[in-house]
């Protein structure tokens, strides 16, 4: 197994960035691909990016708009989403997850696992 602890959230101006870490333990983090996730309020989990195990592909969600990148330092077994241009609609709570199966990108929530606990984003106007 391995366990995902995500961190970095907080509040923002619009505008404003943060970056985002999961850390990992557990099994070797460079052999899963991961993905990073979002939960609005009332609103149901989305995907936002995903990242292969090398780091050498890369995948996100159009609401993306090119303000977020996604990486990882396999060395120190940390996966990472940099947020710049935040804007209110980006409030939500920010997940990370293992990617499961052959394929290295999906989607689908069910294709994850490993859920780590969620850290909070809130951008004010």
């Known amino acids: 197994q391995v366990q995902l602890v995500e961190s970095g959230g907080g509040l923002v101006q619009a505008g404003g960035s943060l970056r985002l870490s999961c850390a990992a333990s557990?099994?070797?983090?460079?052999?899963?691909?991961m993905g990073w996730f979002r939960q609005a309020p009332g609103k149901e989990r989305k995907f936002v990016a995903a990242?292969?195990?090398?780091?050498?592909?890369?995948y996100y969600a159009d609401f993306v708009e090119d303000r977020f990148t996604i990486s990882r330092d396999n060395a120190q077994k940390v996966l990472y989403l940099q947020m710049n241009s935040l804007k209110p609609e980006d409030t939500a709570v920010y997940y990370c997850?293992?990617?499961?199966?052959?394929?290295?990108?999906?989607?689908?929530?069910?294709?994850?696992?490993?859920w780590g606990q969620g850290t909070q984003v809130t951008v004010s106007s």
């Open positions: 997850a293992v990617k499961y199966g052959a394929k290295w990108y999906s989607q689908d929530q069910t294709e994850f696992g490993s």
């Open positions: 557990g099994r070797t983090f460079s052999n899963y691909n």
């Open positions: 990242i292969s195990w090398s780091g050498g592909s890369t």
